[in-house]
């Protein structure tokens, strides 16, 4: 038997509320789709992606997954409790009724495309939850041999994922240069004091 990581990843039932853009997306009744090459992360950070097979079940609206991983780095920082829960990154195919309440806009969103599912401690929903315990309350009853199909990709969330990636490491380049100026400051070149 393969080392697993269990996750309840969202309840679509709920509304997700992104508070730094003051933003709710209501996914109630929405049609849910998942990319054939979905992928899983630690952080959202596109140079963490582990490989292994996903199988993802959706019952009475949440969203399930469980990641078998060719390594065991993930399922070790899961066991150790270094990652407590999880999230995912979606692409809104479409929406409709925006609206504004109180300075925050609202999405009722009828279709989306789930392309990422990450290991993080700061989930948008609280709710989620990732552990190696098949018997956690929360996993115990999920019928992992019922997979959801998934669909080819357009491409959109390659391009996405691959801006994400060129932007880390864009912020990474930025980094390096200031710690190398702090450095320099206090008399260290390539690891040496000058």
């Not at 950070?45 to 060719?70: H, S, W």
């Amino acid at each position: 038997m393969g080392k697993y990581v269990y996750m309840k990843v969202c309840d679509f039932k709920e509304p997700s509320f992104l508070r730094e853009k003051n933003l709710i997306d209501l996914y109630y009744g929405a049609k849910i789709t998942f990319a054939n090459n979905l992928v899983v992360t630690m952080n959202h950070q596109p140079k963490r992606i582990f490989d292994g097979e996903t199988v993802l079940v959706l019952e009475n609206g949440v969203l399930y997954a469980r990641f078998e991983g060719v390594n065991d780095r993930l399922y070790r920082y899961v066991r150790q409790g270094k990652f407590l829960h999880c999230s995912y990154i979606y692409r809104i195919s479409e929406h409709h009724n925006r609206s504004n309440v109180e300075n925050t806009e609202v999405r009722h969103i009828k279709k989306l495309h789930v392309f990422e599912i990450c290991l993080t401690n700061t989930p948008v929903n609280k709710g989620t939850i990732c552990t190696v315990d098949s018997q956690h309350p929360a996993v115990q009853n999920i019928n992992w041999m019922e997979n959801i199909d998934r669909v080819q990709s357009d491409g959109v969330e390659k391009f996405q994922f691959e801006s994400r990636l060129e932007e880390f490491e864009q912020r990474l380049k930025e980094l390096d240069r200031h710690f190398n100026k702090i450095l320099t400051k206090r008399g260290i070149k390539n690891g040496e004091i000058i």
